[in-house]
């Protein structure tokens, strides 16, 4: 399911639709998000000359589509299907899978103590709504720390059974970056001098890994909930190596990998 949202969508927004009608020169499409009546004309459904609007949409398919007007007096709303990429599209959909999750979250916790599930949905609604977008938003807050329940609002009995599914159910976002680094030392105790320089550059507990490669070279990974943070805890892991190996008059390189 997919509860709806208040109100009208906003200019620019991407909303699942279901379409309803087609038309020679039209589109009728259902907001799912929002149980409103959206419109694309044929302009808007693709580029380039069409000649059947049926060979791009059919009733019954679900499309991501992007807000071009809205006119509140009327409820008139004008919507694009050419003006969405395929990323924003993958994007949107993902989005909305991750909500129905959450919204499973709150179906499980009505459910647990014995409450009606739209009754608990809209209590939760009304206090995560002001300052988050969507549910998922706010319930990954929580599973990452960064957020109490409790303190937007919710009853200290909800919110800990909410909380405590949500750490269950939704586990914190993870990227991965990595590369292959060669160390090379000509002095006599060069092993020493490269063991040496692999311990004291790696600060622990950062989510970093290395794993030797054979031939004086090293693979190197970083887990971390996004990409910046990620690429500076690498970027700090090379610099000091480098700077390391350098004044050891050792020979270093690095050959990233591409991103996971």
């Known amino acids: 399911m997919l509860f709806r949202k208040s109100g009208f969508p ?17 589109v009728f499409c259902n907001l799912d998000e929002y149980g409103k009546t959206g419109m694309i004309y044929i302009s808007e459904v693709s580029p380039g000359r069409i000649r059947n609007l049926r060979d791009f949409v059919k009733e019954g398919k679900i499309i991501v589509c992007k807000v071009l007007q809205v006119r509140h007096d009327k409820g008139h709303i004008d919507l694009s299907l050419r003006r969405v990429t395929e990323g924003q599209k993958r994007e949107k959909i993902d989005e909305m899978k991750q909500e ?7 179906e499980f916790v009505a459910g647990k103590l014995k409450m009606d599930f739209k009754t608990l949905y809209d209590q939760v609604k009304e206090k995560v709504f002001p300052e ?6 706010c319930f990954e807050a929580v599973a990452n720390d960064n957020l109490s329940l409790e303190e937007l609002g919710i009853p200290k ?7 405590e599914i949500i ?8 990227v991965e970056i990595g590369g292959r680094l060669k160390l090379v030392s000509y002095a006599p105790d060069g092993v020493e001098i490269v063991k040496n320089v692999i311990k004291t550059s790696h600060t622990p507990n950062t989510g970093l890994k290395i794993t030797y490669a054979g031939g004086g070279s ?12 990620a690429e500076k805890i690498m970027d700090d892991f090379i610099n000091a190596a ?5 004044a050891e008059e050792g020979i270093i ?3 990233r990998a591409g991103n996971k």
Do not use: G, W
């Open 132 to 137: 988050h977008r969507a549910l998922n938003p």
């Open 253 to 255: 390189s690095f050959e």
């Open 218 to 229: 090293y693979n190197i990974s970083v887990i971390s909930p996004d990409y910046k943070s």
């Open 10 to 26: 906003e200019e620019s927004e991407l909303i699942i639709c279901t379409v309803t009608k087609v038309h020679p020169t039209s």
């Open 100 to 106: 129905q999750k959450s919204e499973k979250i709150i």
């Open 242 to 246: 480098k700077k390391k190996m350098e």
């Open 167 to 174: 750490k269950q159910r939704i586990k914190p976002p993870e």
């Open 157 to 163: 009995k909800i919110s800990d059974e909410l909380t």
